[in-house]
């Protein structure tokens, strides 16, 4: 009588995604108590404590943000966007059209991003990049407090090679002593080193 021999069938463990109800859920439960989290694709990113100059520049950029952008624009500072079932980022700094009291949920689109980037640097141009560029955020800024520069992204495109088969056709770094303004108001001029608190000689 033929022997018939056990097949064992070799799997890679598969990654558990959560949803933005589950998240929330887990949010009131008390999972992340102290802790500053992410959901990004379904996956929940838990962040480093933030540093006094990561606060100190963030605080800035809202303040120069709120400046220039008036009245007819909500600039936040580290809130939610609400980018699909599986992702609500809390970028450092988000302008969205329209008043506080225009908005009875998180808003879905922004006309302006900037994450202030130290330790996720990598994470904030590939992951973040891939995900806002697949939102269609038009207008995504890197304060990069590594190199001491800004990166602004423009011109989201698909590339499935990417995170999120989505990146920017236009990647360009400005220095301290750059002059740039946000894509939805030309006008509003703003020198780099403004942002970041540096003196430029």
Not at 148 to 173: V, W
Request: some cysteine; glycine content about 6%.
């Amino acid at each position: 009588m033929p022997q018939v021999l056990n097949t064992i069938v070799i799997e890679d463990p598969k990654l558990r995604h959560w949803s933005k109800s589950e998240y929330h859920e887990m949010a009131e439960l008390g999972w992340f108590r102290g802790q500053r989290a992410e959901l990004i694709d379904g996956e929940i990113v838990v962040l480093s404590p933030q540093k006094f100059e990561h606060g100190r520049v963030a605080d800035r950029a809202t303040e120069k943000m709120r400046e220039l952008f008036g009245a007819s624009f909500w600039v936040r500072m580290q809130l939610p966007l609400d980018l699909g079932p599986n992702s609500e980022p809390e970028p450092d700094v988000s302008v969205v059209t329209g008043r506080r009291e225009d908005y009875h949920d998180h808003p879905k689109q922004a006309v302006l991003v900037i994450e202030v980037s130290d330790t996720t640097l990598s994470f904030d141009r590939g992951e973040k990049a891939g995900l806002y560029a697949r939102a269609g955020v038009q207008d995504y800024w890197i304060l990069d407090l590594v190199h001491r520069q800004l990166h602004i992204h423009r011109d989201p495109i698909p590339d499935p090679t990417q995170a999120n088969c989505f990146t920017y056709g236009s990647i360009e770094t400005f220095q301290g002593s750059d002059v740039v303004a946000p894509l939805n108001l030309p006008a509003g001029r703003v020198r780099v080193s403004e942002l970041l608190g540096d003196r430029v000689n």
